[in-house]
């Protein structure tokens, strides 16, 4: 049987340690005295860690080691359109051609389920009672793994709607899985959450630089709730936060570069500033990665080369740490977002934050120094308006091969927004409008009415405030607002996408494989 990549072959307890060996006999004939395994591994701190190490790393690459699948998370939605193509992002710049065989999918699938095998090891170890951990050690671990298996099941979910629950470490093949509903997933993320929010440390008491505290649980809480419509806990979800005083907003110059020209909320983004022992106050969760480090970035993290424009290649112009190093312009934001989404003097749409203008920096140019004027193709995929979030440069590596800046996962803006979002689902208007004009204060923006308020305002803010952070695709289909929003702002994708769009196909591969049982398709990919 040709090898299979499926969900079954990949959930093996190797994924969770940091390494394994399974030989028997050399060809010294030497009898192997010793190896790694969950069952021999996770029994103490030092195992636990490494199980955990483990799990992080399969969570850190996630969609931004492959190049184009970070773009299929914006593509075809209201934000973006292709700029460089890319076979794995194509099906979604026409739906009319993502189907169970398109190649993301599979990515996407396999991702998710190794994420929530590890975790699934580590919460079976920990409640063995003849591991050597204190209960406050027990407890941690259980709460990091439930709060990682969580997470993936949040993005399974939403892109998948009801998916198979897998609750217990999977050892060997199995082709007998069903879908669960989407209640089920939802209802068992809960659980996971609440226990993570009740044993993982606040901030004062996160003993490793880089690891989750509480209220990263909470915020993802809040979000689920929101998912269950229990609004109500989704208010209080992210009122725990705000109250509990450990973050505040990011409202002055602050870091690296505090007396360079820029604005507070561009320093949250500059490299060296984004940390919370950097002074980034906003920060709730950061995935910390670090150049020349082995171990500190991602395998092919793409944020950088996807978001920026290929500037390069247009003749006279350089790569430069001003503008962000190498791009290679596969995500082009719509018009929508370049021209209709922001006042002129939100501070989110400074030159500091997005960048519109361009001036030839090559010194062999003749050109050199004037500002650059760009047509047709150049406008799609070399000179764009852009967010710099994602600005990074390595001389050491000028085409950008791999990116080493920090990745901003959850921060307080967003709890915001989740909050106002909770309180509109109330029909609290007014508390609504108030705590979406405290992110509109600090970006000196027009404060908004109570009347204004709806779901796609809030949409809107969030496309403001967390343009390349959060995945468009996920808040879209979570808010059921894909396919009406990419009619109404996306025009080049508006004609291919049907209602059923909103979910993506499951993988055929896992259908095929699933022998036993009946993996069923969505609905609409059905030939």
Same mark, same amino acid.
């Given at each position: 049987?040709?090898?299979?990549?499926?969900?079954?072959?990949?959930?093996?307890?190797?994924?969770?340690?940091?390494?394994?060996?399974?030989?028997?006999?050399?060809?010294?004939?030497?009898?192997?005295?010793?190896?790694?395994?969950?069952?021999? !591994?996770?029994?103490?701190?030092?195992?636990?860690?490494?199980?955990?190490?483990?799990?992080?790393?399969?969570?850190?690459?996630?969609?931004?080691? %492959?190049?184009?699948?970070?773009?299929?998370?914006?593509?075809?939605?209201?934000?973006?359109?292709?700029?460089?193509?890319?076979?794995?992002?194509?099906?979604?710049?026409?739906?009319?051609?993502?189907n169970?065989?398109?190649?993301?999918?599979?990515?996407?699938?396999?991702?998710?389920?190794?994420?929530?095998?590890?975790?699934?090891?580590?919460?079976?170890?920990?409640? &063995?009672?003849k591991?050597?951990?204190?209960?406050?050690?027990?407890?941690?671990?259980?709460? *990091?793994?439930?709060?990682?298996?969580?997470?993936?099941?949040?993005?399974?979910?939403?892109?998948?709607?009801?998916?198979?629950?897998?609750?217990?470490?999977? %050892?060997?093949?199995?082709?007998? $899985?069903?879908?669960?509903? *989407?209640?089920?997933?939802?209802s068992?993320?809960?659980?996971?959450l609440?226990?993570?929010?009740?044993?993982?440390?606040?901030?004062?008491?996160?003993?490793? /630089?880089?690891?989750?505290?509480?209220?990263?649980? !909470?915020?993802?809480?809040?979000?689920?709730?929101?998912?269950?419509?229990?609004? @109500?806990?989704?208010?209080?979800?992210?009122?725990?936060?705000?109250d509990?005083?450990?973050?505040?907003?990011?409202?002055?110059?602050? +870091?690296?570069?505090?007396?360079?020209?820029?604005?507070?909320?561009?320093?949250?983004?500059?490299?060296?500033?984004?940390?919370?022992?950097?002074?980034? !106050?906003?920060?709730?969760?950061?995935?910390?990665?670090?150049? &020349?480090?082995? +171990?500190?970035?991602?395998?092919?993290?793409?944020?950088?080369? *996807?978001?920026?424009?290929?500037?390069?290649?247009?003749?006279?112009?350089?790569?430069?740490?001003?503008?962000?190093g190498?791009?290679?312009?596969?995500?082009?934001?719509?018009n929508?977002?370049?021209?209709?989404? $922001?006042?002129?003097?939100?501070?989110?749409?400074?030159? =500091?934050?997005?960048?519109?203008?361009?001036?030839?920096?090559?010194?062999?140019?003749?050109?050199?120094?004037?500002?650059?004027i760009?047509?047709? =193709?150049?406008?799609?995929?070399?000179?764009?308006a852009?967010?710099?979030?994602?600005?990074?440069?390595?001389? /050491?590596?000028?085409?950008?091969?791999?990116?080493?800046?920090?990745?901003? /996962?959850?921060?307080?803006?967003?709890?915001?927004?989740?909050?106002?979002?909770?309180?509109?689902?109330? +029909?609290?208007? +007014?508390?609504a409008?108030?705590?979406? #004009?405290?992110?509109? #204060?600090?970006?000196?923006?027009? @404060?908004?009415?109570?009347?204004?308020?709806?779901?796609?305002?809030?949409?809107?803010?969030?496309?403001?405030?967390?343009?390349?952070?959060?995945?468009?695709?996920?808040?879209?289909?979570? !808010?059921?607002?894909?396919?009406e929003?990419?009619?109404?702002?996306?025009p080049?994708?508006?004609?291919?996408?049907?209602?059923?769009?909103?979910?993506?196909p499951?993988?055929?591969?896992?259908?095929?494989?699933?022998?036993?049982?009946?993996?069923? /398709?969505? @609905?609409?990919?059905?030939?």
């Open positions: 049987m040709k090898k299979i990549k499926h969900i079954y072959s990949l959930m093996l307890a190797t994924l969770v340690i940091a390494g394994a060996a399974s030989c028997s006999r050399s060809f010294l004939d030497e009898e192997l005295k010793s190896s790694y395994a969950p069952d021999n !591994t996770l029994v103490d701190e030092l195992g636990f860690e490494a199980a955990s190490t483990g799990m992080l790393t399969i969570m850190r690459n996630d969609y931004s080691n %492959t190049q184009g699948l970070l773009a299929t998370f914006y593509v075809g939605t209201d934000m973006a359109i292709t700029g460089q193509p890319n076979s794995l992002q194509a099906p979604y710049e026409d739906y009319r051609n993502l169970p065989q398109t190649g993301s999918l599979l990515s996407m699938w396999t991702w998710g389920y190794k994420l929530i095998n590890a975790a699934n090891y580590i919460i079976s170890a920990a409640n &063995n009672p591991v050597l951990l204190t209960p406050e050690q027990r407890n941690f671990y259980m709460a *990091e793994a439930s709060f990682f298996r969580a997470y993936a099941y949040n993005h399974l979910s939403l892109l998948f709607g009801g998916v198979p629950l897998v609750t217990e470490p999977v %050892t060997v093949p199995r082709t007998d $899985y069903t879908r669960a509903g *989407e209640e089920e997933v939802i068992l993320m809960i659980k996971d609440q226990l993570a929010e009740k044993y993982l440390p606040d901030p004062a008491n996160v003993k490793k /630089q880089g690891r989750i505290n509480k209220y990263v649980a !909470t915020q993802l809480l809040a979000e689920v709730m929101l998912r269950a419509k229990r609004y @109500p806990e989704a208010e209080a979800a992210a009122n725990r936060i705000i509990s005083k450990f973050f505040t907003l990011v409202t002055a110059r602050y +870091g690296v570069k505090a007396t360079a020209p820029g604005d507070p909320f561009a320093d949250m983004f500059i490299y060296g500033n984004m940390r919370r022992s950097q002074g980034n !106050t906003e920060a709730l969760w950061v995935i910390e990665q670090q150049y &020349n480090v082995i +171990g500190g970035a991602a395998d092919f993290d793409q944020h950088r080369r *996807e978001w920026g424009p290929f500037y390069v290649n247009v003749s006279g112009m350089k790569i430069a740490d001003s503008l962000g190498r791009g290679i312009g596969r995500i082009r934001p719509t929508w977002w370049t021209y209709e989404l $922001y006042e002129k003097d939100d501070m989110r749409n400074s030159r =500091f934050n997005i960048r519109r203008n361009y001036y030839y920096n090559d010194p062999a140019s003749p050109k050199y120094g004037q500002p650059v760009v047509k047709d =193709f150049d406008t799609l995929q070399n000179i764009y852009h967010t710099t979030k994602w600005y990074e440069f390595q001389p /050491q590596d000028l085409q950008g091969a791999q990116s080493y800046k920090d990745r901003i /996962q959850m921060r307080l803006g967003e709890t915001y927004l989740l909050l106002a979002e909770a309180q509109l689902l109330q +029909g609290k208007t +007014g508390e409008a108030a705590s979406i #004009n405290v992110i509109r #204060n600090r970006a000196k923006a027009a @404060p908004v009415q109570a009347a204004d308020v709806t779901i796609d305002y809030i949409l809107d803010e969030r496309a403001r405030e967390l343009t390349a952070e959060e995945l468009r695709r996920l808040t879209l289909v979570r !808010t059921k607002k894909l396919v929003r990419v009619r109404k702002y996306n080049k994708v508006a004609p291919t996408i049907s209602d059923f769009n909103n979910l993506l499951v993988p055929q591969s896992e259908i095929d494989v699933n022998k036993d049982a009946e993996l069923k /398709q969505n @609905p609409g990919y059905i030939k």
